[in-house]
């Protein structure tokens, strides 16, 4: 079973940085594409990256572009999420998603994919 684990996120003050992880198990991910997303309180959860697999292509955001950097490591299964000059607006609960399918990762929580249970990043001005 497809299992994909956010580590741990955290608070951390306006223009600080953190990286957040997401560790997939039950399937071998070289050939999926992840994706990250984000919920803040009170809306919708909405895009925030996402990376394909073998060229490795992302598509950032706007909102983050500059900002925040994926990366994967096919060995380790887990893909990243550099996020630098964080501001209080990136507060929200940070999502993994995983598929073989680009849309069903790129379509959100009904699009089919693999979902992490989130983590939450808390950022303080």
């Known amino acids: 079973q497809v299992q994909l684990v956010e580590s741990e996120g955290g608070l951390v003050q306006a223009g600080g940085s953190l990286r957040l992880s997401c560790a997939a198990s039950g399937s071998t991910f070289g050939d999926h594409a992840f994706a990250w997303f984000r919920q803040a309180p009170g809306k919708e959860r909405e895009f925030v990256v996402v990376t394909r697999p073998f060229r490795g292509d992302t598509n950032y955001a706007d909102s983050v572009k500059g900002r925040f950097t994926v990366s994967r490591d096919n060995a380790k299964n887990t893909v990243y999420l550099q996020m630098n000059s964080l501001k209080p607006g990136d507060t929200a609960v940070y999502y993994c998603?995983?598929?073989?399918?680009?849309?069903?990762?790129?379509?959100?929580?009904?699009?089919?994919?693999?979902w992490g249970k989130g983590t939450r990043v808390t950022v303080s001005s």
């Open positions: 998603a995983a598929d073989l399918s680009f849309r069903r990762v790129v379509a959100g929580p009904d699009g089919g994919a693999y």
